[in-house]
Every structure is written in C-alpha cells, then in structure tokens.
C-alpha cells in the first residue's frame, strides 16, 4: 500500500504560480513513475506531468513549458513547479503512484486561477 499527500493548492491569478507536492509513504525509487494528474469540472481526468524512475519527464503539450516536475527522494517527495499560469488550469490536482504491484492516488488538492 502506498499512501500519497498532496499540498499546495489554492487560488492564484493569471499569470502567477504555484508549486504542488506530493509526499509518498515509500521509497520513491521503489516506483515505476510518479506523476501529476488533473480534472476539472465536467471533464475527464488527464494527465499533467509524469517522471520515470529513471529520471524521464513527460508532459501534456498545454503545460509544456509552463510547468516543470521533479523529486526530491530523500524527502520521498514529488513537485510539481506550475508558472504562467492559466484560468484553463483550474483543476483538481492528483498525485498518481506506479508500482509493479499496483497504482494509487492521493485525495486531490485544488488549484484555482483567476481572470
């Protein structure tokens, strides 16, 4: 079992930025990939940003650029770095955890951005 805790949401005007993190019960290398997700409301849930074991980034071409994910594993944490951001971003943030034994999420954490 892997718990996930997310912070760092909030209410952001356009332009501006905010730095999401996602702290893991386990060894963040003992994952296959971490990774950000978001829905908002009437959509379906999509992929934000992704990390590998390896150290291999993948992002969503809407945030490409903008935002930036990394780690920090002696803090078993995961970051998620958003800049310029956009009233389109508004979202419940997920934390995502892979593991060869299983996948789990974190209870979501909102971000708003104002027009």
């Known amino acids: 079992q892997v718990q996930l805790v997310e912070s760092g949401g909030g209410l952001v005007q356009a332009g501006g930025s905010l730095r999401l993190s996602c702290t893991t019960s386990v060894t963040i290398m003992s994952l296959t990939t971490m990774g950000w997700y978001r829905q908002a409301p009437g959509k379906q849930r999509e992929l934000v940003a992704t990390i590998a074991k390896s150290g291999y980034t993948n992002y969503a071409d809407s945030v490409k650029v903008r935002f930036t994910i990394s780690r920090d594993n002696a803090k078993h944490t995961v970051y998620l770095q958003m800049n310029d951001l956009k009233p389109d971003d508004t979202a419940v943030y997920y934390c995502?955890?892979?593991?060869?034994?299983?996948?789990?999420w974190g209870q979501g954490t909102q971000v708003t951005v104002s027009s």
């Open positions: 995502n955890a892979a593991a060869t034994w299983g996948a789990y």
